[in-house]
C-alpha cells in the first residue's frame, strides 16, 4: 500500500473496526466487504479518486456511497455513515487495504511478492509460500507474481523490507562485483 496523508487514520479505523467486529464475532462477514471494496476501488481508480477529490461535495460523495451502505452489514454500514458524517469519506480506501492486512496478521498470514523471470505456475507459487513458511513457523504465506524478464532466471522474494534474492541476475552481479574487486 502506497503511503499517503490518509495512511495513519485509515490505520486507526481499521484497528478499531477489527477490533469491533472481533468481539461480536463477525470477522468474517466484514472482511469480505472489505475484499470486495478493495476490488472495487483496484477496478475503478475514478471512484477513489471522487473520494479523494477536495472539491466534490459532502452530498455527491455520500451520493457515491449510499449504493454501498444499502448492501453492507450493519458493522460497515456503520462505518461508511461515520466516514461520512465525519468527511473522512477519502480515507476508506487505504482503510479497507489496512484492515485487510490487520485481519491477516492476525491469523499470522504475510504477503509477499515474488518477482520471476516467467510467469510461476500455482504449484510452484504453493511450494515457495510452504520452504518460506518453514523459515517462519507458524505463518502463511500468500504470494503475489510479477514478472520482470530482467532476471534472466529465478526469482526475488520482496515482503516488506526483507528480500530474498535467488535470481540468476543477483547471481552475476555478485560475481561482477567479486571480479572486480
Do not use: C
Not at 513457523?137 to 507474481?145: H, I, S, V
Not at 529465478?154 to 516488506?160: D, I
Amino acid at each position: 500500500m502506497a503511503r499517503s496523508r490518509y495512511t495513519k487514520a485509515a490505520a486507526i479505523y481499521a484497528r478499531t473496526l477489527l477490533e469491533l467486529v472481533r468481539e461480536k464475532g463477525e470477522v468474517g462477514t466484514v472482511t469480505g466487504e472489505m475484499q470486495a471494496l478493495t476490488q472495487i476501488f483496484a477496478t475503478n481508480p475514478a471512484l477513489r479518486k471522487a473520494f479523494e477529490n477536495p472539491v466534490l461535495s459532502a452530498d455527491k460523495k455520500a451520493t457515491l456511497v449510499t449504493p454501498l451502505v444499502a448492501r453492507a452489514s450493519n458493522w460497515t454500514a456503520r462505518l461508511l455513515n461515520l466516514l461520512l458524517t465525519k468527511r473522512r469519506v477519502a480515507v476508506l480506501p487505504e482503510l479497507a487495504e489496512a484492515y485487510l492486512r490487520l485481519e491477516e496478521e492476525s491469523r499470522n498470514v504475510l504477503r509477499a511478492k515474488v518477482i520471476s523471470a516467467k510467469t510461476m505456475s500455482a504449484d510452484q507459487l504453493a511450494a515457495l509460500a510452504k520452504n518460506l513458511a518453514v523459515r517462519r513457523p507458524g505463518k502463511t504465506y500468500l504470494l503475489e507474481n510479477k514478472v520482470d524478464e530482467k532476471l534472466i532466471a529465478g526469482f526475488r522474494v520482496e515482503e516488506g523490507d526483507h528480500i530474498l534474492d535467488s535470481s540468476f541476475r543477483y547471481k552475476l552481479d555478485m560475481l561482477k562485483q567479486k571480479l572486480t574487486a
